[in-house]
């Protein structure tokens, strides 16, 4: 398995643009999360999704952020419009539940953002 | 509101040494915890994972161990190399909150050659 798949690892864009992360998790995993780290705050959960639907949402910032998995093997995250405080590394992971008790959440290798 | 503390904040050790890395939770109602290294600018790597109902993990040179009514975690490495150097982060997931999990704010260790 390729793990979890995220895309682009960079994106430097302008205040004002919109901007989509996209996240392919590992196959036959049934939830997917997307975390923010910056050094301010650490790792920060802004939305899970089970079965493709939406569970938490509580840690999306604004409305300026939403999130979708329109199917099993895809997620989007946008930011419209950024500004240079959402800049970040935007992890995306995937786990089974209910949790197998020898597997965790395995993470992608993020989307480092930067608005200028 | 469940918090998690890792300490030491960073550690520089010589190569060969014995190490212990430090993580306490402050709601003991968990499912499970579990231990991450992540290198400079890159993703999260997962190391061990422990069930709320069992006491240790062991996977080549690490141990990690867990006492839920205390809200303690250690993550033992056994002769660090310099290959280990990464920051160390632990996450725990709680019984009622779903799959969420909260980080520590990780420690970042140094193996010098």
């Known amino acids: 398995d390729a793990g979890v798949i995220q895309s682009p690892r960079h994106e430097v864009t302008e205040m004002g643009q919109e901007v989509t992360l996209r996240c392919k998790p590992i196959?036959?995993?049934?939830?997917l999360f997307w975390y923010r780290q910056t050094m301010m705050r650490g790792l920060e959960l802004l939305i899970y999704?089970?079965?493709?639907?939406?569970?938490?949402d509580s840690g999306m910032p604004e409305d300026r952020f939403s999130a979708k998995m329109p199917n099993a093997s895809f997620s989007t995250l946008k930011i419209q419009p950024s500004e240079p405080r959402d800049s970040a590394v935007y992890f995306c992971?995937?786990?089974?539940?209910?949790?197998?008790?020898?597997?965790?959440?395995?993470f992608g290798s993020g989307t480092r953002l930067t608005v200028v | 509101k469940q918090e998690v503390t890792q300490i030491p904040a960073a550690l520089s050790v010589p190569e060969g040494e014995n190490l212990v890395l430090n993580c306490s939770f402050t709601?003991?109602?968990?499912?499970?915890l579990q231990w991450f290294r992540q290198d400079p600018g890159k993703g999260l790597t997962s190391l061990l994972l422990?069930?709320?109902?069992?006491r240790e993990q062991t996977s080549g040179r690490l141990n990690a161990s867990l006492d839920k009514s205390s809200g303690r975690s250690t993550l033992y490495i056994a002769a660090s190399q310099p290959g280990d150097s990464a920051t160390y982060l632990c996450?725990?997931?709680?019984?009622?909150?779903?799959?969420?999990?909260?980080f520590g704010e990780g420690t970042q260790l140094t193996v010098n050659p």
């Open positions: 992971a995937s786990s089974l539940e209910p949790i197998q008790r020898s597997h965790g959440y395995t």
């Open positions: 196959s036959g995993h049934n939830s």
């Open positions: 999704f089970n079965n493709n639907v939406p569970i938490d």
């Open positions: 709601d003991s109602a968990i499912y499970n």
């Open positions: 422990i069930q709320s109902s069992q």
């Open positions: 996450a725990v997931r709680k019984e009622t909150s779903g799959s969420r999990l909260t």
